[in-house]
């Protein structure tokens, strides 16, 4: 059982706890904030040490600021507007996918993790508001090209947003359809890179916990994300069931965690694979209880789960009952 923390434990060794205090067996930190020392720690602590990798978040290293055409279009022809506090990328431009994968590749040769996890692994939109923003994208002239190629469909209209508003109108399916393979071919390589680099290590994927029906099947038709799809190259699923965030009940993690386990093959055997690990809120925004915390993390447990991620340890560690909560649920489990 995965008893987990994201973000980096600095401040929980600065105040003098260890991972096993808490029964924490397992880190989830950002690629960019891990070193050999927190590495060794973890381990030392009997911990585990997963990496979160900003995938197409666009922000990531100021890529998008830096190289204008990666910026995605939308369906007036007009750089999307950023979402609220990242921007995505167009996943089909080459120079930043082959930018991508060399970070990958270098952060994998430098670090021995347990396992990366692909976080804003989807088409630019923001699930994680109380607000989702949905929109069109992306119609530059990789994506028109790609999709074209891919479909054999000869797209009508002269500028960019006579061609959006074509597709939109004639093939939307195909688009859609076309939309996931791209996400899915990032995860293809993804897993290929991680793979070669550092065989045991897991690839696990950060996701919006909307049913397929959910929002008019938002999820596939505008994120891009087909569970079954991605399937092949994901060991371990972890949706991000904000229960707070997203102004639901605490049910809402038990509920999405036992249907995932119905609608999706998960796994709790050792070895077998893909698992269900989600991700629930720790963090006040809007004010998570104590009671609360502890109840999500009991939730997130709910079908097949084989593990559950508190979301921060910083946002635990700065409330005393919240470390109780973590400490009465993760002891004796991990
Ligand atoms: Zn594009």
Known sequence: MICGVFGHPNGFWQR???????????????????????????????????????????????????????????????????????????PTD????????????????????????????????????PYPMLCKTCFNESCLDSFQFSTDIEVRGDTTAEKAEWILLQAAQAWEDWRVSVVVDWAREFHAIVKEIRPAALVGN??????????????????GLDFDALAPYVDVFSPMPYHGRSGMPLEYVRDYAEYFSTRHDVYTEPDKYPRLWPIVQAFD??????????TVLEYGLAGKSSGVIAFTIDSVIADLGKIEAVKNVYCGRS
């Not at 990496?51 to 939308?74: C, K, Q, R």
């Not at 996701?207 to 505008?222: H, I, K, M, V």
């Not at 925004?285 to 915390?293: F, S, W, Y």
Request: charged fraction near 25%; glycine fraction near 10%; include cysteine.
């Open 16 to 90: 003098g706890f260890r991972l096993g205090d808490l029964g924490i067996n397992a880190v989830f930190v950002s690629s960019g904030d891990i070193d050999q020392q927190t590495i060794d720690r973890t381990r030392a602590e009997g911990g585990q040490i997963f990496a979160e990798f900003a995938t197409l978040n666009g922000d990531y290293g100021d890529y998008v600021a830096n190289h204008p055409e990666a910026h995605p279009i939308d369906e007036s022809g007009q750089p999307a507007a950023r979402a609220t506090w990242f921007m995505g990328a167009c």
């Open 94 to 129: 080459p120079g930043f996918r082959a930018f991508r994968m060399d970070e990958l590749r270098t952060f994998l040769s430098e670090h021995e993790v347990d396992g990366v996890w692909m976080d804003y692994l989807h088409w630019h939109a923001q699930f994680e508001d």
């Open 206 to 223: 950060y996701q919006a916990a909307w049913q397929d029906e959910d929002f008019w099947g938002a999820r596939r038709r505008c994120l």
């Open 285 to 294: 925004a809007p004010r998570v209880e104590p009671a609360e915390l502890a």
